[in-house]
């Protein structure tokens, strides 16, 4: 399928997608939660069965590692994005307390990850694992015979990631491969996962330009705590001390606008382009950059890429850059088979500079 | 900075300021409302707000700057960051 097949199924119907990029691991022992909370930057006041978005930072306070944390009973299951589990492992050698007492263990390989997203993933899902899928609130998960249902996702669509036991995650992976190909859906690689992401204002690890940014920058303050130390803490109190000069913030383009390119306004350069990539949805370049705290704002017309043949102008915007399928969708209500999408408004309400 | 960049982003500035500290207090967030990112969701993960935090938004989005929500069918796309909050609210003073 070609990306932008991939895209379509994403954002209309549903689709499946490997998860080799995430780590998965399990902390047991009655410290579990202790051990945890002392690497991670965010509070992890969350109940059994839900699960919390947290970061792990380097000690310049940037994030290293995107992690949903999940308290199950005397463990938590670990989910993460950007280390290895060798370096999360590490991380928690160097961090918590060596009196506590934990156990690690690496799901993989005796589990793989898979995902499911879309609008209509929560079809695909109520058939092939049980009709009540469909009350799973977002951020939770529970258990099956044969692995765990995490309601999560970061496309701004119905989002499942499914830990599978390695003997029936290839007749798993078959068996949803039909089910989203009755919803009009097919596989999405990582690259789809990520456009879609970069379109609803998820952060990814995986956007390079956002190196060296903390927290602060990149709009995560709600994944930082004021209350606890953690790695890079002391850093983040310095900048937040010393005073935030830039701040990430969307824009869309018509074209030829690339990572790592400044921004300039009639006076001269006011930031860079962190990430971007062409949206199917948008009809254009959709993107983030990082711009000079006073001008990082949504709504604006006067920023430009400069280039040696013609100047390329940006508007800033809200995040998430679309409105998405899955507002509309009700699960109560709607099915894939009955979706009128003549009737409902387009995925871009927006219009490029 | 042009005039009337220099009029917008002070005057979207001021819109946010407020919708923070509507927010903090509505809310009752034990933060500053600098620390209130302009694009972090307002449900499910974020601020973590739920079903009935939203009918307390909306009650103070109208009460404070007269946004009239309540049954639009919009209503889903204008709550999802503080960012398009304060956009709602910049439109409607835009509108004649």
Sequence with gaps: MSLEDEYRSLRHGAALSRMDHVGLVRVSGEDATEAIDAICSGDLWVRDGRIIQTLILGEQGQPVADVYVCPDDDSCILMFEGITTEELSACLSQYADPELEIEFEDLRPAYELISVNGPYAWEAMSKWLTPDVIGLPYLSFYHFDRGTCFRAGKTGEYGYDLAIRSDYVEHAWEELLELVGALGGGEASLETLDLCALENGFFSVRHASASGLTPLELQLQWRVSARKSFPGATSIQERRAKGMNRRLTHFVAREGVHSGDPIHDVDGPVGQVTAAAFSPGIGGVAGMALLDLSLAHPGIDAFFVPTANADRPIRTLSSPLLFNRSLLVDPHQHTYGTRDETNDPPLWLGSLP | ?96
């Design chain 2, 1 to 96: 900075m042009p005039t009337d960049l220099s009029d917008y982003v002070s005057s979207r500035a001021a819109v946010l300021d407020r919708v923070r500290r509507m927010l903090r207090e509505a809310m009752k967030l034990r933060i500053e409302p600098e620390s209130i990112d302009p694009d972090v969701p307002l449900f499910g993960t974020g601020l973590g707000m739920d079903s009935v935090d939203a009918v307390e938004l909306v009650v103070q989005l109208d009460a404070v700057f007269g946004l009239t929500l309540a049954g639009s069918p919009w209503v889903s796309a204008k709550l999802r960051t503080v960012n398009t909050v304060v956009d709602a609210i910049m439109e409607l003073r835009d509108e004649p």
